[in-house]
């Protein structure tokens, strides 16, 4: 008996907390690949700034990519802010975006926009080399100031860098070392740099928390949280090394098949503007308007290793598998050594 | 409904016929709308996944299996898959059975505390723990440091050890649930005899409880090889099939790979099921027949209170310090790094949306998804129509799956007509009442498993008819299943992450997500912060269904969960 009454209780209660989302008028949704917390303060900046409220998910770029792919054609949103060139270009030959020539872009170069108003680059980032100040200080070492001082075996078992089976940090990585070196050279500067790695971390921005929390000395990483962190106390310390960096866009794009278009295009607007400029270079990404300093960089823009971007997206899949069959196979290599080693004992 | 109805009389109302039709085939039509539910919201995802791992851009193809089988990165990932699987498996069962052992027959004042202990994981997504272990014994974790120690977490040991800790609760509240339903008059009288108590636990309780054992240890399996957190952050350099699916995905977006990834992962799952059925066929054990009797207290002998209590007080200081670790975390500026009090996470109010919406689909996934595993677990056990092993089997293929794989399954599945459900809250909870299905469903079985069904058959003899049985006799006894079901469901929903990060809309952030999302920046204070807000609120939960229980005079703390 009391089996049941809790039974049909339980069903009432069901039934009556499932009504419907209520939906805002003045509201797009996003896909947004920032993270979180730019996100989070880039949706108020816009609701602020045009009256349009952003609700927003942060995704990593894969995510993105993935929804969109499997949601195709019927997406769940009405943009996306922040995601790869390599997905940006992909999805315009599949037809996933809505073109719009947005006025607000007329004068920002035409290297972060697309000729048919499909995609637009919000700003750049890239990757850098950080190191724990207090472990660096306590072993003695100095902090490297190129690349090549990272090959040095007091390094080993002290470095992490992201994998790019997961990271489109580390697969900008990879191929900058390609591009700095050529593709013959980079791949073995990569090879001798394993020999030091630790191991390769799931998410672009996980070498800057290691390194930061001490478990590792050097981290080859996203500039994404870099700034973040030092302000929030983090013995973290950072450099260019002197051959370079390599960048990525942060694409957006409006979906689609909005419902929203109108709203969606006042946004884009937005996002062309000084004031937009302003607010993704304090939170230390280049931005597409000149003359705005950096929040990590400041002023003057980092030297950048020379990037063919379109070559890098058309290879993915072979560089993909390149790295895998050098870096993964590798411990698979060691392991049946070791093995062999141990029958042969016995 | 109280009274036994004559047998047929013409003219009698609608309402009378109406029952007497449910009376006839309330089982079947049960067993026809669980089959549907089951096909559309489990098998058909599933086949959708199946389709991607054969259709390349080309039309059908194997390139993928082909692929999988010739780099030998995808198949030690199988094999290390596997031996983690196992050892997971095998250290669980005995730890379970350690705790299930001390929390139902040792001495009282024990039973308590190592019950919360063994349940507090739950409160918590699997992978803080590996966040956790990092904080204690990573280069410059905390333990380390202290001791001096050079001991390396990134590795075999550290991904085992995460696992063990997360899945402990799976383990202990499955084997608890068989040993508090084990008859106790049978140790009773053994004992009586002169029976030592090894002697009774090996020839008497272990036996009884096997099947049910094997059950949680099929279920700890197939839960640890889906599970991606912990091996994802702990594994360094060894490949698993779990993060690497969900890697695949996220990272390489490459659904087809991802698709066999799964494939091959959900084969070792079904050929252990099957052995699992065979193995099991035959011993179907009725140990009541009738009420159970209370159990007489009896002094637990040293002999096996102490290694039982050296196998689980380290576990359950892992446990605690995991946890201190996360309260830590949540009134300090970093970890390890900066240790000086604030208060700034936990009044920090960007989470409480996220958590109320977690909340709301926890709370929907957990009744909904109780009552259609109590059911499940009935119609599988009583029912009389072919097809009732399949049933099972699609009905715990849902802890098979990983995570991910199912969530891709739900929006390729459910983002087109018949079934427009992406965007809305119900595919969440959907997705979390059939995934997580599979523990409502066993503690059903196994509860069915040891009642006999003369009890029914007696009601029946006295002339009440089948939907009076169904009432007053099945739902009663089901009730600890339903209620085991809720809180499973309930607390992974809150913690789930893998399939609903794929399913989440903008806008309606999830708690689960949100730790994810901070915890993966580094952000331990806020993840911690918004973890710990969450384990109150579960706690919160169960303690007013304990309240509400009691006062219904339905006793849930003994009846298991």
């Known amino acids: 008996m009391k089996g049941r009454i809790v039974t049909l209780v339980a069903l009432a209660v069901l039934v009556v907390f499932l009504a419907g989302m209520a939906q805002a008028a003045d509201s797009i949704s996003a896909y947004m690949g920032f993270s979180r917390e730019v996100n989070e303060a880039l949706a108020k900046r816009i609701q602020e700034k045009t009256g349009v409220e952003v609700k927003n998910i942060t995704l990593s770029w894969g995510e993105i990519w993935a929804r969109i792919k499997s949601e195709a054609p019927r997406f769940n949103a009405d943009m996306v802010m922040s995601f790869g060139g390599a997905a940006a270009i992909e999805g315009t030959g599949k037809g996933y975006y809505e073109a719009y020539k947005s006025p607000a ?19 750049t980032f890239s990757f850098l080399l950080v190191g724990n100040k207090a472990k660096l200080a306590e072993k003695g070492y100095a902090m490297p100031t190129s690349w090549k001082e990272l090959l040095d075996p007091k390094w080993k078992g002290q470095i992490v860098m992201p994998t790019p089976r997961t990271s489109g940090t580390a697969f900008m990585i990879v191929y ?111 931005p597409p308007r000149p003359g705005i300093p950096s929040g990590l960089y400041g002023a003057e823009p980092p030297t950048y290793i020379k990037l063919d971007h379109a070559w890098a997206y058309k290879n993915q899949k072979k560089i993909m598998m390149d790295w895998k069959s050098k870096f993964m196979m590798k411990e698979a290599e060691d392991a049946k050594k070791a093995g062999d080693e141990k029958e042969k004992q016995q | 409904m109280a009274e036994s109805v004559p047998k047929v ?80 498996m095998i250290i669980l069962v005995i730890i379970g059975f350690c705790f299930a052992y001390l929390t139902t027959r040792g001495p009282l004042w024990l039973r308590k505390p190592l019950k919360i202990i063994a349940l507090m994981p739950l409160a918590a997504p699997p992978y803080i723990f590996s966040i956790s272990l990092i904080t204690l014994f990573g ?16 590795s075999w040991t550290g991904v085992i050890a995460a696992q063990v800790l997360a899945f402990l609760p ?68 060894t490949p698993f099939l779990a993060p690497d699916t969900y890697l695949m995905i996220t ?40 009420k159970p009797t209370a159990a007489e207290l009896r002094p637990i002998d040293p002999v096996i209170k102490i290694p039982f209590l050296i196998l689980c007080i380290p576990v359950g200081i892992m ?124 503690a059903g079985i196994s509860k069915l498993h040891q009642i006999s069904v003369e009890i029914e058959e007696a009601s029946a003899d006295l002339g009440a008819d089948f939907l009076t049985i169904f009432f007053k006799v099945i739902l009663p006894i089901m009730f600890s299943a339903f209620v085991a079901g809720f809180i499973y469901t309930f607390m992974t929903t809150m913690m789930s992450l893998s399939s609903v990060i794929f399913l989440v809309a903008p ?34 939960c169960m303690g007013l269904l304990q309240i509400v229980s009691r006062k219904m005079g339905l006793n849930v703390k003994k009846q298991g969960a």
């Open chain 2, 507 to 540: 806008g309606f952030d999830l708690a689960s997500v949100y730790i994810f999302l901070t915890a993966q920046l580094g952000e331990l204070g806020v993840a911690s912060a918004t973890t710990l807000k969450v384990i109150a609120i579960v706690v919160l």
């Open chain 1, 176 to 286: 900058s070392f390609l591009s700095l070196y050529g593709e013959k050279d980079g791949w073995k500067f990569q090879q001798d740099l394993d020999k030091n790695i630790a191991f390769y971390t799931k998410s672009g921005n996980a070498p800057t928390d290691l390194v930061g929390r001490g478990e590792y000395l050097l981290g080859i990483t996203s500039d994404e949280n870099v700034l973040k962190r030092i302000k929030d106390g983090y013995p973290l310390e950072w450099k260019v090394p002197k051959e370079g960096i390599g960048y990525e866009g942060n694409y957006c794009v409006i979906l689609k098949g909005t419902q929203k278009l109108a709203l969606t295009k006042k946004v884009v607007d937005y996002l062309g503007s000084k004031d937009c400029s302003e607010f993704v270079a304090s939170m230390g990404y280049m």
């Open chain 2, 139 to 154: 280069k410059n974790g905390l333990i380390n440091n202290f001791f001096h120690l050079d001991f390396n977490i990134y």
């Open chain 1, 105 to 123: 872009w007329n004068d920002i170069a035409p290297a972060f926009k697309s000729k048919d108003g499909t995609y637009y680059a919000l700003g």
């Open chain 2, 170 to 237: 799976l383990s202990f509240m499955m084997i608890e649930n068989v040993l508090n339903a084990v008859n106790p008059s049978l140790e009773e009288s053994a004992s009586d005899m002169g029976a030592s108590e090894f002697r009774i636990m090996r020839s008497i309780t272990i036996p009884l409880a096997a099947p049910g054992m094997l059950k949680a240890a099929l279920l700890v399996f197939v839960m640890t090889i889906a599970e991606f957190g912990n091996p994802a952050i702990l594994g360094g350099r």
């Open chain 2, 9 to 88: 009389v013409p003219g009698r109302s609608v309402w009378y016929r109406l029952r007497a039709f449910f009376n006839a085939n309330l089982i079947n039509l049960f067993a026809g709308g669980l089959f549907a539910l089951l096909a559309i919201f489990l098998l058909y995802p599933i086949v959708s996944v199946l389709v991607f791992s054969l259709w390349g851009d080309e039309g059908f193809t194997f390139s993928f299996y082909a692929e999988f089988f010739s780099y030998n990165f995808y198949y030690w990932s199988l094999l290390n898959t596997l031996i983690l699987g196992l050892a997971t």
């Open chain 2, 319 to 442: 446990v605690l310090l995991s946890f201190g670790v996360i309260v830590l975390g949540a009134f300090v500026k970093i970890v390890g790094v900066d240790n000086t009090f604030v208060i700034d996470h936990v009044l920090n109010t960007q989470s409480n949306s996220a958590i109320w919406n977690s909340f709301k689909v926890s709370l929907g996934a957990g009744l909904f998804g109780a009552l259609v595993g109590t059911l499940l677990a009935y119609v599988i056990m009583r029912g009389k129509f072919p097809g009732r092993r399949v049933m099972e089997m699609l009905a715990l293929s849902g802890f098979a799956l990983p995570g991910t794989v199912i969530g891709v399954g739900y929006i390729i599945a459910f983002n087109r007509p018949p079934f427009l459900l992406t965007g809305t809250i119900w595919i969440i909870i959907l997705n979390c009442v059939f995934r997580f299905l599979a523990v409502g469903v066993e």
């Open chain 2, 251 to 290: 990272g390489e977006a490459d659904f087809n790979m991802a698709s066999v990834l799964s494939v091959v992962l959900i084969l070792p799952c079904i050929l252990i099921f099957i052995l699992h059925n065979f193995v099991l066929s035959g011993k179907g054990y009725t140990t009541i027949v009738g």
